[in-house]
């Protein structure tokens, strides 16, 4: 079996959740790379591939990258803090930007219980993803303090 294919044994034993109202799977909370590859291997299709390419569009933008899942979700920062997230939803991926109230355009998504300043999309299939415009915000995002970070 090739690695693009899927057995029943890979299909998440858990239902992603419609909306955010709290964990977005229940992924345990690990740093690294290990851990999100592991947790987007999770993932059922179409959410599966959406946030493999949101992965492979942060890793080519933004060389020191650093991984974590958190809350059931995958973060993203650079440096001295989390920046944004991916997380499965039912029928979406959410990508939100911690700070994003400041980037600009500001992303059209305001996420319940992620802070007054979050700010991010919601992704249904690959054919959504702006790969241009998730760049240029994650590039933005990650020159403000992220989450657990100091000042930059």
Same mark, same amino acid.
């Given at each position: 079996? +090739? +690695?693009?294919?899927?057995?029943? +044994?890979? @299909?998440?034993? &858990? ?9 977005? $799977?229940? !992924? ?8 999100? &590859? !592991? /947790? ?18 942060? @890793? ?8 974590? *899942?958190?809350?059931?979700?995958? /973060? /993203?920062? *650079?440096?001295?803090?989390? #920046? &944004? $997230? #991916?997380?499965? &939803? ?11 109230? +400041? ?6 998504? @305001? ?5 007054? !300043?979050?700010?991010? *999309? ?6 959504? =993803?702006?790969?241009?415009? =998730? ?8 020159? *403000? ?8």
């Amino acid at each position: 079996m +090739s +690695s693009k294919e899927t057995s029943k +044994s890979e @299909t998440p034993s &858990f239902m992603l959740p419609e909306a955010m109202t709290g964990r977005a $799977s229940p !992924a345990k909370a690990a740093e690294g790379d290990k851990p999100v &590859f !592991a /947790y987007i291997a999770s993932l059922p299709e179409p959410q599966r591939g959406i946030a493999e390419a949101i992965d492979a569009l942060a @890793t080519r933008t933004l060389p020191e990258l650093q991984r974590s *899942v958190k809350w059931g979700m995958a /973060y /993203y920062g *650079v440096g001295d803090g989390w #920046c &944004f $997230s #991916c997380g499965g &939803f039912a029928g979406h991926v959410k990508l939100m930007f911690i700070n994003g109230s +400041s980037l600009e355009p500001v992303p059209p998504v @305001t996420p319940v219980g992620m802070g007054k !300043a979050t700010r991010g *999309v919601e992704i249904s299939s690959l054919a959504d =993803i702006d790969e241009q415009q =998730i760049a240029a915000w994650m590039k933005q995002v990650t020159s *403000v303090p992220g989450v657990g970070g100091k000042k930059r």
